[in-house]
């Protein structure tokens, strides 16, 4: 029958036991099954833990502040205690099956890369928004470079679409406005349109091109004195 695995001296927590279970410290380990190994009166380890194999090793433990002040030095051990001993100066020992107990030492390992892959898992989110942050700022710059190329491109084309009157035109126009004729040069740059009394003329320097009332004699007047 092969021991349990655990050293002696080894500090265990008992599966079983709820909440923050008291830390045990391992001081024998005999080779009997837990159904050969009686842990009280008649009662065999495996009777008074059916819920683990009856061929399991046993381990026996001593919680770890009465262990300590039977030996205060018993981290330097790695003999087993006597159990005779320990009954003899009144210290309780457990027996258990093997599988029922777990090593803190263990634990701390399970515990500490849990918390190495949560601080990976943590660093790596960040990484992640990080650059998800960068991406939408680089996408917002670029949205906004191409919204200023598209503004200054729209700009110099309406610049460029824009055709400047000539000086007979403005002169045509100034001269209209003078003599108490509404005019506006169009879009064109080409014609004046003048408002008289309602009626509208389209005027070019060359003579009226279009409108008919009573005052399209004076308009071509004026556009012959200019």
Known sequence: MEHAS???GEPVVDRDQDGDPNTAIIVNCPPKTAD???????????????????DAPVAVAVYR??????????????????????????VSHYSFPAPRLRSIEQSETENGQ????EQREQREQRTYGEAST???????????????VDDESNSDSQTESAVEPSAALVTLKEA?????VDADIDADAETVT????????????????DG??????????IVTEI
Do not use: M
């Not at 849990?114 to 892959?117: A, G, L, M, V, Y």
């Not at 960068?134 to 200023?148: G, N, Q």
């Not at 003048?194 to 091109?209: D, M, R």
């Open 212 to 221: 008919d009332g009573p005052h399209r004699e004076q308009i071509e007047r």
């Open 114 to 117: 849990r918390e190495q892959r």
């Open 65 to 90: 502040d009465e262990l300590a002040e039977f030996d205060p030095n018993w981290d330097d051990r790695d003999t087993p205690f006597s159990l005779s001993d320990l009954g003899e100066a009144g």
């Open 134 to 148: 960068d991406s939408r700022d680089s996408a917002k710059a670029s949205t906004s470079e191409e919204l200023v």
């Open 6 to 8: 655990f050293a002696i």
């Open 36 to 54: 050969e190994w009686t842990a009280y009166r008649d009662t065999t380890v495996a009777d008074d833990n059916p819920g683990y194999p009856e």
């Open 176 to 180: 209209l406005a003078d003599r108490g």
């Open 194 to 209: 003048a408002e008289k009394l309602g009626v509208t003329y389209h005027v070019k320097p060359e003579g009226v091109i």
